[in-house]
């Protein structure tokens, strides 16, 4: 356990893909995934948004599956 936390520690994390500011809310994560790919605030902005037009590169990333 002490090694995979080293080695996530060592890893670093990437920034987000939308904001380009925070850390990606699950660094442990494949980049691949929306967890992987954007920070907390972004993926949360894109769930509050309530405008029907809303569609964003955290929708695009989540409805491959991502």
């Known amino acids: 356990m002490?090694?995979?936390l080293a080695a996530l520690?060592?890893?670093g994390t990437a920034p987000c893909a939308v904001c380009a500011v925070?850390?990606?809310a699950r660094p442990?994560?494949?980049r691949g995934t929306v967890d992987g790919r954007?920070?907390?605030?972004?993926?949360?902005?894109?769930l509050?948004?309530?405008r029907r037009e809303h569609?964003?590169?955290?929708?695009t990333l989540g409805a491959t599956g991502g």
């Open 2 to 4: 002490r090694r995979v």
């Open 9 to 11: 520690r060592a890893w």
């Open 22 to 24: 925070e850390p990606v």
């Open 28 to 30: 442990d994560r494949p």
């Open 38 to 46: 954007f920070c907390e605030r972004c993926i949360q902005a894109c």
């Open 48 to 50: 509050d948004d309530p």
């Open 55 to 59: 569609w964003c590169p955290v929708d």
